[in-house]
Nanobody, 124 residues
Framework: QVQLVESGGGLVQAGGSLRLSCAAS????????MGWFRQAPGKEREFVAA????????YYADSVKGRFTISRDNAKNTMYLQMNSLKPEDTGVYYC?????????????????WGQGTQVTVSS
């Protein structure tokens, strides 16, 4: 079992920055691929970014490439999402997720464990 807890959400103006954290506990964090997803009101949960456990390779949705950076610190059992140049369309609840595979996927069905989410609101 893996328990995930997100933090760092909040209200920010367009163009601003936030850093989300996802603290993991339970099984060996370093062996899990990790991902960030978000869900806006009335919309499906969508992929944002993911990071492999084996080589730290990163993957991003086109909508956040060049603005968001995913990273992980296995010694601290923590994953991060640095979000810069935020836009109102980035508003939503952000979830971290974990999966025991080498290469992470962008589908929600590919993840076994989820956090409770943290709200990000970007005002125009």
């Amino acid at each position: 079992q893996v328990q995930l807890v997100e933090s760092g959400g909040g209200l920010v103006q367009a163009g601003g920055s936030l850093r989300l954290s996802c603290a993991a506990s339970g099984r060996t964090f370093s062996r899990y691929a990790m991902g960030w997803f978000r869900q806006a009101p009335g919309k499906e949960r969508e992929f944002v970014a993911a990071i492999a456990w084996s080589d730290g390779r990163t993957y991003y949705a086109d909508s956040v490439k060049g603005r968001f950076t995913i990273s992980r610190d296995n010694a601290k059992n923590t994953m991060y999402l640095q979000m810069n140049s935020l836009k109102p369309e980035d508003t939503g609840v952000y979830y971290c997720a974990a999966t025991y595979v080498i290469v992470p996927v962008s589908s929600t069905s590919g993840y076994d464990y989820w956090g409770q989410g943290t709200q990000v609101t970007v005002s125009s």
